[in-house]
């Protein structure tokens, strides 16, 4: 189990807390391991002008690796995408 985000949101403390809730590490990403992974996802022009790419919750789980069992999902201002990683592998199925 781990968590990711991008670099620029890791002193957030909402990311920090959850990390610490769940008790699972949390791995950060940096705007050159997104870029090549944009095409693949949902894009916001929102995030793109604010952050530098236009998605972050689904290639930050991407890059964890596993298979995506909930895509990008928004409440109250809080965007997550969930993978499955079994057993550890870090394979992308």
Do not use: W
């Not at 781990?2 to 002193?11: F, S």
């Not at 997104?34 to 890059?63: N, R, W």
């Not at 201002?77 to 592998?89: F, M, R």
Request: one cysteine or more.
């Amino acid at each position: 189990r781990a968590m990711g985000t991008v670099e620029i949101k890791k002193d957030e403390a909402g990311i920090i807390k959850a990390a610490e809730h769940y008790n699972c590490p949390l791995e950060i990403f940096t705007i050159e391991d997104i870029l090549p992974l944009e095409d693949m996802f949902q894009k916001s022009q929102f995030v793109k002008d604010t952050i530098g790419v236009y998605s972050v919750s689904e290639p930050c789980a991407y890059l964890l690796g596993g298979k995506p069992i909930l895509g990008k999902f928004i409440h109250e201002g809080v965007t997550i995408s969930i993978n499955l990683n079994i057993y550890g592998e870090k394979e992308n199925l």
